[in-house]
T-cell receptor, first 117, second 116 residues
Framework: ETGVTQTPRHLVMGMTNKKSLKCEQH?????MYWYKQSAKKPLELMFV???????ENNSVPSRFSPECPNSSHLFLHLHTLQPEDSALYLC????????????????FGSGTQLSVL | GNSVTQMEGPVTLSEEAFLTINCTYT??????LFWYVQYPGEGLQLLLK?????DKGSNKGFEATYRKETTSFHLEKGSVQVSDSAVYFC???????????????FGQGTILTVHP
C-alpha cells in the first residue's frame, strides 16, 4: 500500500461517454501526476500539478481534462475517447515536483485499467 | 530530448538464475537514474537509484551501476525468485544543467517471469 488510491480499478466506456478517474493521497505531498501506460511503450507523463497548479501538459489531447481541487485529490475527466486511449492510467505523487531530497521518490497508485469500446 | 531504451522482453528465467536487464539512456547534463518495479495489479515502486557516475544502487538483491562512459544502467540480480516476477522500468530524471530539469523519463518496461 503506497498511500495513493485510485478509483475505479477498471473502467469500460463507449466513445461517447463521459467519465472521471479519481486519485487521492494523504501523504502530505504537493505534486501529483497522471501517467499513461500502454503495452510495449514507455510510460508517458500526461500532466503534473505542483501546489495545485498545472505545471506540465505533455501535448495531451483535449479529450483528457485534469482537475486538482486541492493538494490531496486529482481527477482526470474523460470525454469522447478513442479506442487507442485504452490503457492503464497511473496516478503518482511526490513531496514536490522537483524533489532532490535524499528520500525523493514517486508514490504510484495501482492504476485504472481503461477500455474504450 | 531525454530518452531511455530497455531490452525487449519478456524475459523468462528459472528460479536461482542470474538476471540482467539492459538499460541505456540519452540525456543532456547529469541525470539521476532509477529502476522501478511494478508487481501484478499494483502501481510502480522505486527499486533503486543512482545519482552520479559510478554510483551503485542496490535493494532486495538487485544492483545497477551508473556508467556514464557507456550511458548505461543495467539491472542485475544474482539469483532470482518467483516473487521477482514483475515489470521493470528504467527511468532517468534530468538534473540542473539539462533541458529536462526535474522530469522523469521512463523506458517501455521489461516483463520478467520467473518459473519454479
Amino acid at each position: 500500500e503506497t498511500g495513493v488510491t485510485q478509483t475505479p480499478r477498471h473502467l469500460v466506456m463507449g466513445m461517447t461517454n463521459k467519465k472521471s478517474l479519481k486519485c487521492e493521497q494523504h501523504l502530505g505531498h504537493n505534486a501529483m501526476y497522471w501517467y499513461k501506460q500502454s503495452a510495449k511503450k514507455p510510460l508517458e507523463l500526461m500532466f503534473v500539478y505542483n501546489f495545485k497548479e498545472q505545471t506540465e501538459n505533455n501535448s495531451v489531447p483535449s479529450r483528457f481534462s485534469p482537475e486538482c481541487p486541492n493538494s490531496s485529490h486529482l481527477f482526470l475527466h474523460l470525454h469522447t475517447l478513442q479506442p487507442e486511449d485504452s490503457a492503464l492510467y497511473l496516478c503518482a505523487s511526490s513531496q514536490e515536483w522537483v524533489d532532490f531530497s535524499t528520500n525523493e521518490k514517486l508514490f504510484f497508485g495501482s492504476g485504472t485499467q481503461l477500455s474504450v469500446l | 530530448g531525454n530518452s531511455v531504451t530497455q531490452m525487449e522482453g519478456p524475459v523468462t528465467l528459472s528460479e536461482e538464475a542470474f538476471l540482467t536487464i539492459n538499460c541505456t539512456y540519452t540525456a543532456t547534463g547529469y541525470p539521476s537514474l532509477f529502476w522501478y518495479v511494478q508487481y501484478p495489479g499494483e502501481g510502480l515502486q522505486l527499486l533503486l537509484k543512482a545519482t552520479k557516475a559510478d554510483d551503485k544502487g542496490s535493494n532486495k538483491g538487485f544492483e545497477a551501476t551508473y556508467r556514464k562512459e557507456t550511458t548505461s544502467f543495467h539491472l542485475e540480480k544474482g539469483s532470482v525468485q518467483v516473487s521477482d516476477s514483475a515489470v521493470y522500468f528504467c527511468a532517468l530524471r534530468g538534473n540542473a544543467g539539462g533541458t529536462s530539469y526535474g522530469k522523469l523519463t521512463f523506458g517501455q518496461g521489461t516483463i520478467l517471469t520467473v518459473h519454479p
